[in-house]
Each structure stands twice: as structure tokens, then as C-alpha cells.
């Protein structure tokens, strides 16, 4: 292959996100999303921005597009967020996605009603309303702080932490700790 090969096939590049069809935002396999993006109208694109939100707010629907990033056209769907801006979601082709009937799934037998039951109610003493604020990426604070250290020559061994290999977890045994864990600090 030449440099003039993949040229052939490159899309030609343009800053153009181009609306191909409107679909309801539910008929799409959220599988297929990939990266959300906040999209800002162009210089004077400021009415047609919110003429496109609203209408699709309206008609509760999303649109489907592409775009050109870097040499690759990519599939997006273009949707209102917080009825306030209109947000494009980066989405994967079909052909990305590794068909689930290929995994190898054990079919072993269905849950015991009890161990069913057991499951469902440490659910719902789990259940909360979720707030992403909660949860965070503590890699990059932990990497910094080891970059500091070095820097000021304090040069610490970081320690290995080590899963156990190949060692099959009981779940049920786990169900009923974290049930009775959770009776003992109620009472």
C-alpha cells in the first residue's frame, strides 16, 4: 500500500457535521455509543442551532449524522441535553461491535428462589439515586503525586496490590455478608 492508496479513500475533510436521518432516540442500542461531545453554533449558525433544538425537542426525536475527524468519517447522533444544548454523541458501526452470540455464556441452571430473593433485597438496600459526582478517576491524582515525590527525590516504592489468580468468587456467600453486614449497622 502507498501513501496515495489511503488518500484515495479519505474522506474529504470538512468542519460539516451532516444530519442524515431523524430516528426516536430509544430505537438506538445504547451499545453503540462511544464519546459525547457539547456542540456550540458556528458564527452566525446561532438561530439554526436553536431552531434545531427546539425541533427536536418538540418532536422528541434525534438525528443521525456523520462527520470527518482526523482521516475517518464517523457516525453520531446529535440530541438535546438538558433542553439547553444540543449534545453529539461520537457512535460506533455496526460492524465495531463484537456479536454477544460468540461469547462463550454458561447456560448452568436458574437461581434458587431464595438466592434470587436473597439477591434482589441487598438491590434494593443498595438502590439510591445516582450522582456521578460521587465517583471519580483517582489514577490521575495518584500519578501526580508519585511524579511530585520523584521530582523532590522522595522516592517511594509503589505498592503491588495482586488479585488472586483464577480464584472462582461465591456469590452467594458474598449476598449474605453484605446482608448481614448491613442488619448489624441498621441495629
Known amino acids: 500500500m502507498e501513501d496515495e492508496d ?4 479519505s474522506p474529504e475533510k470538512s468542519k460539516i457535521l451532516s444530519i442524515l436521518q431523524f430516528v426516536k432516540e430509544e430505537e438506538v442500542d445504547p451499545a453503540l455509543f462511544e464519546t459525547p461531545y457539547f456542540l456550540e453554533p458556528q458564527k452566525n449558525g446561532e438561530a439554526a442551532y436553536k431552531l434545531l433544538l427546539k425541533a427536536l ?9 456523520s462527520f470527518i475527524l482526523r482521516d475517518s468519517e464517523i457516525l453520531c447522533m446529535i440530541r438535546p441535553y438538558q ?3 444540543l449534545m453529539v454523541n461520537r457512535m460506533r458501526y455496526p460492524e465495531e461491535m ?4 460468540d461469547l462463550k455464556i454458561p447456560s448452568g441452571k436458574a437461581p434458587k428462589a431464595e438466592e434470587l430473593k436473597m439477591a434482589e433485597t441487598l438491590i434494593k438496600s443498595l438502590a439510591e439515586t445516582f450522582d456521578p459526582s460521587k465517583y471519580r ?11 511530585k515525590q520523584k521530582a523532590k527525590g522522595k522516592i517511594k516504592k509503589v505498592k503491588e ?3 488472586p489468580a483464577g480464584k472462582a ?3 452467594m456467600a458474598m449476598l449474605k455478608a453484605s446482608l448481614e453486614s448491613g442488619k448489624r449497622k441498621a441495629g
Open 83 to 85: 433542553d439547553e444544548i
Open 169 to 171: 468468587t461465591d456469590l
Open 98 to 101: 463484537r456479536v454477544y452470540e
Open 57 to 65: 425537542m418538540k418532536t422528541k426525536m434525534a438525528g443521525i449524522g
Open 137 to 147: 478517576d483517582t489514577y490521575n491524582e495518584d500519578l501526580l503525586k508519585i511524579i
Open 161 to 163: 496490590t495482586k488479585q
Open 6 to 9: 489511503f488518500q484515495a479513500v
